[in-house]
């Protein structure tokens, strides 16, 4: 039998939905697929896991994403869905808890890899604001402003997604430097 639930989770709270993995693995829900923002669940296993998710450098269906994705598999972790260059992986919880990044520089270059992707949204999505409300100074159509306060949304979002990272990689660089 399976459960569909669905969730939205910005990209820099990958943390927070793999706390959430984690936790409905606790209560028998074991993730099989994952898109967007529906989850599947087997709720028939016996086998709990421990869940980590990643956003590769590499898509998982690249040669160099398989390659990655064959080491983990070789270390007991195996693939359980994915969205885009987002893996969700799992390991079972009898084998021990693992962690995808060992050291503080691949730590780095994870958080490196999200702000690179959000880098490139946030000036597209700046952009679109900047238009938009430009257009409704102009014309004051009510359908331009509705379009105007999501894009409004969005780049007060995403920009406090950048700030969060940011700041969750200045924090690491800071305990990199207190170990060196």
């Known amino acids: 039998m399976s459960l569909t639930k669905y969730r939205w989770f910005w ?8 706390r959430w993995l984690n936790q ?6 074991q993730l099989v697929d994952v898109s967007f923002i529906r989850y ?3 709720t028939n296993s016996s086998q709990e896991y ?3 998710i990643e956003f590769l450098e590499h898509g998982p269906y690249t040669e160099k994403g398989q390659e990655y994705l064959l080491f983990l598999k070789e270390a007991g972790i195996d693939m359980c869905g994915s969205y885009m260059r987002w893996v969700y992986l799992r390991k079972k919880k009898d084998e021990g808890e693992f ?3 060992s050291d503080l520089d691949s730590r780095l270059q994870h958080l490196n890899r999200i702000i690179t992707l959000l880098s490139v ?5 700046f952009m679109y604001f900047v238009k938009c409300w430009a257009e409704y100074g102009e014309n004051g159509h009510k359908g331009e402003l509705v379009l105007c306060l999501l894009f409004t ?3 007060l979002i995403i920009g406090s997604g950048l700030f969060t ?3 969750n990689k200045k924090r690491l660089l800071a305990e990199r430097s207190l170990h060196e």
């Open 99 to 101: 962690q995808l990044f």
């Open 121 to 125: 949204i946030f000036p597209l999505e």
């Open 11 to 18: 990209a820099w709270q990958f943390e927070k939905e793999e």
């Open 40 to 42: 599947t669940f087997d």
């Open 24 to 29: 409905m693995s606790n209560r028998g829900f």
């Open 50 to 52: 421990n869940y980590r």
């Open 153 to 155: 949304f969005f780049v």
């Open 165 to 167: 990272l940011y700041r």
